[in-house]
């Protein structure tokens, strides 16, 4: 019988030293002129978006230590528009540069080539494989038959 001990603590909040990197890049809350439920905390929220972006799980799987989903990734949507992952990258890089340096010289570039799961668009022409040509479900028949079974 396999027992839940929790979430590892590795993802269950956000590191005190990276917080303070993040938090002033935020946006403050917004006014609520007709109260309202209280706003949950940007630091939770923020470990939400941090944990799906690392797991890579679906909004909705998000963990209930962080936030629900669908406030996570309303928040990520808001804080993405207002450019906060753009300022939180930079003030990252600079930071860590000053703590253990990058070589701005030396760069890599990685990419995974995958076939488009629905054939995509080619503006070449496609070899033909076959001996003859087959019917078409499309248009008038042509010739009847095929080679390919």
Do not use: N
Not at 77 to 105: D, M, N, P, S
């Amino acid at each position: 019988m396999r027992r839940d001990r929790g979430m590892d603590k590795r993802f269950s909040t956000i590191p005190e030293p990276l917080w303070r990197q993040l938090e002033p890049l935020l946006p403050p809350e917004p006014p609520k002129p007709h109260g309202g439920r209280p706003r949950v905390s940007d630091r939770a929220v923020m470990g939400g978006i941090l944990y799906r972006l690392r797991t890579g799980c679906q909004w909705r799987a998000i963990p209930r230590e962080f936030a629900s989903g669908p406030t996570c990734h309303r928040r990520f949507q808001e804080w993405e528009r207002q450019g906060v992952f753009t300022k939180a990258f930079a003030t990252l890089l600079t930071y860590y540069h000053g703590r253990r340096g990058i070589h701005w010289t030396w760069s890599a570039l990685d990419s995974v080539i995958v076939k488009a799961p629905k054939g995509g668009t080619s503006r070449d022409r496609t070899r033909r494989t076959a001996g003859s040509w087959a019917s078409s479900g499309t248009s008038s028949p042509t010739v009847v038959g095929s080679r390919s079974r």
